[in-house]
């Protein structure tokens, strides 16, 4: 990493103070980058780097926006491009890093269009499942006040408690929301929203790893196991 690059960290890692979406996370997307980037041909190693350090750097700051009214990924490639633009990263790469940052959600429309955008996106998708996306979501149910476990129906839930449709909207009241819900209505979805082979793969096997869980938590609390 160059000095240019350490610069951008840092700028990074004072935004990032969420459990859930901290450095770690930022490192873990980083290095899955890198992974799935290696079964891809022509690849801007430096923009894909560059966008996975600094994807969620607005993430806290849509967290603690009471109004609901701030997108993390806009909001994100607005923050990164006077970082970029100080650092001195020419205006080709700042514009194609923000791009990226600006596809990279779950929920939203925004579609990824170059091949960095695609493996940002599935990277970060990918490291929201398995045992380290099990973690995550109770680090945010922790955050939100969330219980366990809920046994409401899925579509039941999804009308009460969901705005939008499932894929591009959002959870109306967070605390009534819990990850085995959020397993249903969103992880399920990853493998078909994601571009890569390589990401899918790994996707569908971590949520192999989720769905035993989810199923070993329901068995002990109706006192089955
Ligand atoms: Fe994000
Ligand atoms: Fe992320």
Redesign the pocket.
Known sequence: MDERMRQVQQAVEREMVCSA?SMA?VWR?YRLCLQLAAEETKVDVEVLELASLL??IARVREDTDDTGMTDHAVLGAAMAEPILRDAGYPEATIHHVCSCITTHRLRGDAIPATIEAKLLFDA?KVDSLGAVGIARAYMLAAGYGEEMYSDENVADYVARNHVGGTATGRIRVLGEHTPNLEFEIAFKSIPDRLFTRQARAIAIDRLAVMQAYFDRLRAELDGRA
Do not use: I, S, T, Y
Request: hydrophobic share 15%; charged share 35%; no cysteine.
């Open positions: 979406h996370h997307v994807h969620d970060d």
